[in-house]
C-alpha cells in the first residue's frame, strides 16, 4: 500500500516546515534506483572535470573517480523521470501542494564514506524563488542514514521568517553568512532515516549538511516540485512553452498564483556558476568545516 501521510505529519509541516517519511519506496525500487545511480556513476571515470552530468569532488580523478552529484538525473535516465511521477510519491504532496504539481529540477547529491563534502546553511527560495511559496523539497534516501554520515539538517520554524541574504562580495554565493545572521543553529533537527524513506522540505526553510565522517556512504536524491500555479521569477529551465510538459501531477492551470513572499533575486550570478557546491566555492563561509569538531567538544 501507498504511504500516505497522517494528520500530524501534515501539520509537523505546516508548522516546522519539514517532515521525515518512512518506507515511500519498495524494496524493488529503491533496488532498482541503486542500479540506476550506479550505472550513472560508472560513467564518471571518462571525466575529467564538472559537466552537466556530473559535480566532481575536488579530489576526483579519473583513476579515482568521486563525483559529489549527478545534475539533473531524469535527463541522463527515463528511470528517474518516471519515478518524479509515481503516484507512490505525488499522491503524498498533494496534501502540501494541492492536486496539481509540477516538477522544477532535480539532483542526486553523494556523500562519500570519509570525504563527502557539506552543503552550508541556505534556502532554496534564495536560488528559485516563485510567485507563491508551495514548492518544496523530496529527498530520498538511498542509504540508511544517521547523524554520522552527513544527513541533510533543518532549522524547524525558519520557512516562515525572512529570506536570508546569499550574497557574497556583491555576487550571490548560495550561503548564508552564519556570523551576520546568528540562527539557532543548535536547535538544528537531523533528517535520518532508513533507505528508503523521504524528507521534505518547504522551500524556504534553512538547511546545510556536515561533511561525511564516516564509513558509510549518504546519497540522497532532491526532487524539487511546486504547486503547479507557482512560476519561477527566475527561468523556467525549460523554454517556457514546453514548462508543462514538467506537469507530473493533474493538469496545468490557467491562471498562475501569487502570495507574498520575502524575495531576494541570486544576481548577478556566483563567479562558480553552477551547482551549489560550486557557488558556494568563493562564500568566506564555513560553518561546517569545524562542525565535527564542535560536536566533539559538547559531547566531551
Ligand atoms: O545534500 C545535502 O545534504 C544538502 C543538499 C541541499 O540542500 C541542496 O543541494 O540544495
Redesign the pocket.
Known sequence: MPVQLTKAQIEQYHDKGYVVVEGVLSPEKLKRLRQETEAIIAQAAQVTANNEVYDLEDSHSPQNPRVRRIKEPHNHSKFFWDLFCDTDITDLLVPLLGENIRIYGA?M?M?AAGYGAP?EW?Q?WAFYPHTNDDVLATGILLDDCDESN?P?MVLPGSHTGPTYNHHHDGHFCGAIDPEADRLDFDAAVPLTGKAGSMTIHHVRMV???AMNTSNRQRR?L?WEYAAADAWPLVGTRTPPAEYDSRIVLGTAPSEIRVREAPVRLPYPPAPHQGS?YENQKDSGRFFFETFADRQKAAVG
Open positions: 539532483k547529491n556523500k552543503v541556505h532554496d552527513g541533510l538547511h546545510g549538511s540522497l532532491l551549489i
